[in-house]
């Protein structure tokens, strides 16, 4: 018993898995849960552009948000944290986006043992 449960926790569902479960659940086409999601993929990709909002939320599961982190030159001299007494020379590093994502409470919620 505790192998199976080991088995079916340690691989999630492939895509056509997940398609072919939400056309399940919603009773719709598998072809139609495709263009559903192709469609919310266009708007969450335009929302979390750089010309969009940055920050977008997906009703009852989680918030995405988009923050843009400026280039840094480098060559600022700042504390070895790896040998006390040091200084060290910062490397340059290119512009660069994050995406985090905040499960929201009522999901976070639902999905935690009690």
């Known amino acids: 018993?505790?192998?199976?449960?080991?088995?079916?926790?340690?691989?999630?569902?492939?895509?056509?898995?997940?398609?072919?479960?939400l056309a399940d659940a919603t009773e719709?086409?598998?072809?139609?849960?495709?263009?559903?999601?192709?469609?919310?993929y266009d708007l969450v990709h335009k929302t979390l552009s750089p010309k969009g909002a940055g920050t977008i939320t997906l009703p009852g599961i989680c918030k995405l948000t988009a923050q843009r982190?400026?280039?840094?030159k480098g060559g600022k001299q700042k504390p070895?944290?790896?040998?006390?007494?040091?200084?060290?020379?910062t490397k340059p590093k290119p512009a660069r986006t994050k995406l985090k994502a905040r499960g929201l409470k009522v999901f976070l919620d639902s999905i935690t043992t009690k």
């Open 1 to 21: 018993m505790a192998k199976e449960k080991a088995a079916t926790k340690s691989k999630g569902l492939t895509k056509s898995q997940f398609y072919q479960s």
């Open 28 to 40: 719709m086409k598998k072809a139609d849960v495709v263009k559903v999601y192709d469609a919310l």
């Open 69 to 72: 982190i400026k280039a840094d």
């Open 80 to 89: 070895n944290p790896f040998k006390p007494g040091e200084m060290m020379t």
